[in-house]
């Protein structure tokens, strides 16, 4: 079991990242965020005797992450604050500029105003992930997944136009 327990562990200390995105793309809180962000290692732990390898881990972390954030979202059914996220917000990965930074503040503003399922599209469309691969993630048709991102590029695209917000 230990043996298990540190291979968990590795992994999950490799794809933090994912799951501190995940956390910020669903809640504006921070508070919020560390919960939603416990939730899904526990989930993680809890479905891990699943993995069997079929896929990369990330591909399968990305499954259970998005469901848990989903469920949760749900469960949690709290109603977006548009308020402004906090200036003191630490963005992950980003060794950028400020003005990188100020970016990517606008884009998790206006990210906030979409579904989670349009969340979800965004967040794998951000990742790198493929048609495909957002489909298999999401349970839906590859067609589907391309039809429903470039819909939801349309309205993040104007959410943040409608904000004053000019990349």
């Not at 990188?100 to 906030?112: D, F, G, I, S, W």
């Not at 989670?116 to 489909?135: P, V």
Request: glycine share 2%; charged share 30%.
């Amino acid at each position: 079991m230990k043996e298990t327990e540190n291979i968990f562990l590795n992994l999950i200390n490799q794809h933090k990242a994912i799951i501190h995105k995940i956390s910020k793309m669903y809640m504006n809180d921070a508070e919020d965020q560390r919960d939603l962000f416990q939730e899904i290692i526990l989930q993680l732990w809890k479905a891990y005797p699943t993995f069997k390898g079929n896929s990369k881990f990330t591909t399968w972390m990305y499954r259970v992450c998005l469901n848990t954030a989903l469920v949760y979202f749900k469960k949690d059914n709290k109603k977006v604050d548009k308020a402004p996220l906090d200036e003191n917000i630490d963005v992950m990965d980003v060794n950028e500029n400020e003005g990188k930074e100020e970016k990517l503040t606008y884009l998790y503003t206006a990210v906030q105003e979409l579904n989670a399922i349009e969340k979800a599209l965004i967040f794998l469309f951000l990742e790198n992930q493929s048609h495909r691969d957002i489909a298999e993630n999401l349970g839906i048709s590859e067609v589907n997944a391309r039809v429903k991102l470039n819909r939801t590029k349309e309205k993040l695209q104007f959410i943040i136009k409608k904000n004053g917000y000019e990349f």
